[in-house]
């Protein structure tokens, strides 16, 4: 089984998929975000053997939840209502400048801010 690790953005949706072991995350795709984004996601879900599924939040530093979060917390029950699979949530504060460092071109990769997230996740969850 793995993990799933999702950063949802208005425009585009990164994608990272765990090792079996459920011990490191790895960039796995980005998607737009359009009709055929949950057909897509589902594709993954059940391509990889996903068993959860863990998003990024969208707070500030103080911990407020920025306008987008409340279409990640749609997204999030559209998400589980098609899965049934569990869902977790995890900061994505400064994934996307972390991930930024790695950039091509200043082209910025959606799914390895997904990996960033789903690592934290991995962490805090300490998969041994």
Do not use: C, W
Not at 10 to 17: E, H
Not at 23 to 28: H, R
Not at 56 to 66: I, L, Q, R, T
Not at 92 to 104: H, K, L
């Amino acid at each position: 089984m793995r993990y799933l690790g999702i950063d949802y953005g208005a425009k585009r949706v990164g994608l990272a998929i765990s090792d079996e072991g459920m011990q490191l995350a790895f960039p796995k795709a980005t998607l737009p975000n359009d009709a055929h984004l949950m057909e897509a996601i589902m594709g993954a879900v059940h391509a990889e053997s996903v068993s959860t599924i863990v998003i990024g939040e969208s707070k500030d530093e103080n911990g407020v939840e920025n306008p987008i979060n409340s279409d990640i917390k749609k997204f999030a029950e559209s998400l589980k209502s098609i899965s049934n699979l569990p869902i977790f949530f995890s900061p994505e504060f400064m994934t996307s400048i972390e991930s930024g460092r790695y950039d091509v071109e200043g082209k910025k990769d959606d799914a390895r801010s997904a990996a960033l997230i789903l690592q934290r996740y991995l962490d805090k969850i300490g998969n041994k």
